[in-house]
């Protein structure tokens, strides 16, 4: 493939004082070549620049998949040989090119927003070609240049800062208008019960009790999928004494690395269950670390984006039409925890009441940030409207809306019970154990929700 990745790989910074080599941490790079194996030179020196400035991984792999395009644009032009030769012309074709490829049924494979973000990426690098060769009139703002580009001032608010970030952005007379931003719709339920179907009758029964302890955390705390890569064993040991599971707290660039999430006592006893497979794995294949989730063919932590691969993989066997990702159960739990706070809340009425609450009462700003791990509360506009559109004409009074997700995964807990006892999986006796632990930890969740939530009038 054109695009690999040199795993944990590790880099020197500079001779220390002791004349030894000093390196960077270990992390997994972007390597470009073209279709011939050959490397491209001018790509991987541009990653490597990435790396010495500190972009995170993430910000590789994205700058990485997005200059690989003009790469494969440039290798397959028949009068063109290297970057350099680019001019408006060729550059324009090539961002026409984005906006015309389509998917076997049809549809245009990129948005016009991914178009540009792409084409943002390619101008980046290109700047980057013109400083490594040294050339002269090849890419700037004024009319001799061969790709002439617009340049443009923004300034925004980036979450985790106090401040506001300013900067200069490069564009192209090429570049489409950008699509009309969309909300952030969460998972469907319809959707999401397709998902957990598919996990609790799959064949393996490791596999079946890793997914069903995966899928549940990510359900029950909102976390990303790299957070998700990151939780450790020690931190569900600790949630077993305190009622609330450790996440690193990923996208931030304030010193707010870990939040605390509340969690109901059915997910604890559901990585338990998962925890014998876990012990029985790791010991098979002799490996020793603290994350929780695990590869069943390695041991080793499962890999960020593994169960991002699953659930699209998942998608495409049940045939679900449209969008949906792990983020989307993120997009669930934010929406979920904001309809708790509101329906608790005798003094809302409405999402002006809601708005003047987040901005006058530190409260339910610290239970927010916590739970989401945002720090720019504008960023959960679109939320508030989702639910508010969704309690529209809501009356009855909840007086336990936190008991709703423990309500939810007993059920599923015991259906899966059922399946295994008909399939003769469960013997009678284990059968009544798992019971009668599902229904303790219920009973926690039931006095936990009475005593720290009593019903207002």
């Not at 494979?109 to 060769?133: G, Y």
């Not at 599902?438 to 929700?449: E, G, R, V």
Request: proline share 3%.
């Amino acid at each position: 493939m054109p695009l690999h990745k040199l795993n944990n790989h590790k880099q020197w910074t500079h001779i220390g004082f002791d004349k030894k080599l000093q390196f960077r941490k270990p992390i997994n790079i972007p390597f470009i070549t073209y279709s011939n194996h050959l490397p491209c030179v001018e790509a991987n020196a541009y990653i490597h620049y990435l790396v010495v400035t500190n972009k995170k991984q993430g910000t590789l792999r994205s700058k990485a998949h997005n200059i690989n395009t003009l790469v494969r644009f440039v290798e397959n032009q028949p009068s063109i040989t290297k970057f350099s030769q680019l001019n408006d012309s060729t550059f324009r074709l090539f961002i026409q090119g984005l906006q015309v490829e389509r998917k076997a049924n049809g549809e245009l494979k990129k948005s016009n927003n991914t178009v540009i973000t792409i084409a943002h990426s390619c101008i980046d690098f290109l700047l980057f070609v013109q400083s490594f060769h040294d050339l002269s009139n090849f890419i700037r703002t004024d009319k001799s240049n061969s790709i002439r580009i617009l340049k443009k001032n923004y300034k925004r608010k980036p979450e985790g800062y106090k401040g506001f970030s300013e900067g200069v952005k490069y564009t192209h007379s090429a570049f489409p208008t950008p699509d009309a931003k969309k909300k952030r719709h969460p998972v469907s339920e319809e959707d999401a019960i397709k998902i957990w179907q598919y996990i609790k009758l799959q064949t393996s029964k490791d596999k079946r009790k890793r997914d069903m302890a995966l899928y549940t955390t990510m359900e029950q705390t909102g976390a990303r999928v790299e957070e998700l890569s990151l939780m450790k064993w020690s931190d569900y040991e600790e949630a077993r004494r305190t009622g609330s599971l450790k996440l690193i707290t990923l996208k931030r660039q304030d010193d707010k690395t870990t939040r605390y999430v509340p969690v109901p006592n059915i997910l604890l006893a559901s990585i338990s269950d998962y925890g014998k497979v876990r012990k029985k794995i790791m010991k098979k294949k002799k490996v020793k670390h603290d994350f929780l989730f695990i590869s069943l063919t390695t041991g080793k932590p499962i890999a960020a984006g593994s169960w991002t691969t699953y659930i699209n993989n998942w998608q495409k066997e049940l045939g679900i039409e449209g969008a949906i990702s792990p983020h989307l159960w993120r997009h669930a739990f934010v929406t979920d925890k904001l309809k708790e706070l509101i329906l608790t809340d005798a003094e809302i009425n409405n999402k002006d009441d809601f708005r003047r609450r987040l901005l006058h009462t530190a409260t339910f700003k610290q239970q927010l940030q916590q739970w989401t791990g945002h720090t720019n509360l504008n960023s959960l506009d679109t939320y508030i409207d989702l639910v508010f559109a969704d309690l529209n004409g809501y009356t009855t009074v909840y007086n336990a809306v936190s008991l709703s997700s423990s309500v939810k995964l007993m059920e599923r807990q015991i259906a899966v019970l059922e399946e295994q006892i008909l399939k003769k999986e469960l013997k009678t006796t284990a059968a009544l154990i798992e019971i009668k632990s599902l229904l303790n930890a219920f009973k926690s969740d039931i006095k936990k929700c009475t005593e720290e939530k009593p019903m207002k009038h």
